[in-house]
């Protein structure tokens, strides 16, 4: 863990992310990637910077996949991040899209807002096209917790954003 959590999507037309699984049926990534069958926020719409803060999706698989031991959590309460706050970032990106890499030593820099006022989390991990629904990753005394999910990556070099899996996530300076 937390590695074994993390999984490349793939949708019918052969393009690629990231997703991570919350539960043996339930895969958290990106909802700019097409799926059959999906959960995503209401007014979110592909595209848009107005929602890129809702940029989510929750797959709801038939069957489990995994057993339980290997699913990420979510934060269930609100919690406090601050400038600094340690996170990793792992997913299948473009230039080795059969290969999990992970950025293991960034930080969160602060908090943004989409331009309709949904907040994102603003961080220095490295992450191409195809890191999108990658999990942003916090250690705990408990274990892993996917706190955000991987939505823009920075164009030149370290740096994106990151939805929120709680929206009660508070950013202290």
Known sequence: MPWAAIGRVQT?????CTGFLLSPILVETAAHGR???FIIPPGYKAGSA??????RATLVLKNPIAPP???LRAPTTAMTVHAGTP???????QNQPDTLT???HCTITGMQQDQAGHFLLAHTCTGTHGSSGAPLLYATPQGWQAIGIQTLAARNGAGGLATLLNTSTIFSK
């Open 50 to 55: 107005n929602t890129a803060g809702l940029d």
């Open 87 to 93: 996170v990793m970032l792992g997913g299948y990106e």
């Open 12 to 16: 019918e037309l052969g393009t690629r």
């Open 102 to 104: 992970a950025d293991q």
């Open 35 to 37: 799926v059959q069958r």
């Open 69 to 71: 031991e290997t699913t």
